[in-house]
T-cell receptor, first 116, second 115 residues
Framework: GAGVSQSPSNKVTEKGKDVELRCDPISGHTALYWYRQSLGQGLEFLIYFQGNSAPDKSGLPSDRFSAERTGGSVSTLTIQRTQQEDSAVYLC??????????????FGSGTQLSVL | DQQVKQNSPSLSVQEGRISILNCDYTNSMFDYFLWYKKYPAEGPTFLISISSIKDKNEDGRFTVFLNKSAKHLSLHIVPSQPGDSAVYFCAASGAGGTSYGKLTFGQGTILTVHP
């Protein structure tokens, strides 16, 4: 596809379960980002991948959160032992990664995670 | 600590009139500012941006104004159209980091343009 693809679009899980969220970035984009939007809040940065560099994990809220990016393309965000406060829309974005302020992020439609 | 704030959760405007969305920031290290628009069930899309070396940037019906001394920026939409109804997010980057995509977002303002 032409845009950033995320799956699933909706995920309902029980407290304590692990979940995996997937992101397929735009082909050729070397930079990939995960954000989340909790109810009534702005988008919160979670993690950033750029090429083969070590990811910037400074936004991950706890060690229950982790992310991988395989082969410089697809990324998976994993949340272990989910808690109710993890309920949010998880948004993935990609960009060319050329760096510089003209870097434009292209967002996917997000995964709505609900932890019961 | 909310470094980017959009104090108006919602704004209602008549079609054809001007929409003014406001944003305040606290981190003086921010040097690039962006506005994103979001429709329901879609991801945010880039709208317009401004560098801190400028005080105005215009793109068609959209103009962003930056007042660095007040740490304030605003987005003007004129004339407003019903299709502009969406959530508008203000975002900032450049707080000493090298990741230009590591944006700090405001809470968003819901704009409704009435026909």
């Amino acid at each position: 596809g032409a845009g950033v693809s995320q799956s699933p679009s909706n995920k309902v899980t029980e407290k304590g379960k692990d979940v995996e969220l997937r992101c397929d970035p735009i082909s050729g984009h070397t930079a990939l980002y995960w954000y989340r939007q909790s109810l009534g809040q702005g988008l919160e940065f979670l993690i950033y991948f750029q090429g083969n560099s070590a990811p910037d994990k400074s936004g991950l809220p706890s060690d229950r959160f982790s992310a991988e990016r395989t082969g410089g393309s697809v990324s998976t965000l994993t949340i272990q032992r989910t808690q109710q406060e993890d309920s949010a829309v998880y948004l993935c974005a990609s960009s060319l990664g050329a760096s510089g302020h003209n870097e434009k992020l292209f967002f996917g439609s997000g995964t709505q995670l609900s932890v019961l | 600590d909310q470094q980017v704030k959009q104090n108006s959760p919602s704004l209602s405007v008549q079609e054809g009139r001007i929409s003014i969305l406001n944003c305040d920031y606290t981190n003086s290290m921010f040097d690039y500012f962006l506005w994103y628009k979001k429709y329901p069930a879609e991801g945010p899309t880039f709208l317009i941006s401004i560098s801190s070396i400028k005080d105005k940037n215009e793109d068609g019906r959209f103009t962003v104004f930056l007042n660095k001394s007040a740490k304030h920026l605003s987005l003007h939409i004129v004339p407003s159209q019903p299709g502009d109804s969406a959530v508008y997010f203000c975002a900032a980057s450049g707080a000493g980091g090298t990741s230009y995509g590591k944006l700090t977002f405001g809470q968003g303002t819901i704009l409704t343009v009435h026909p």
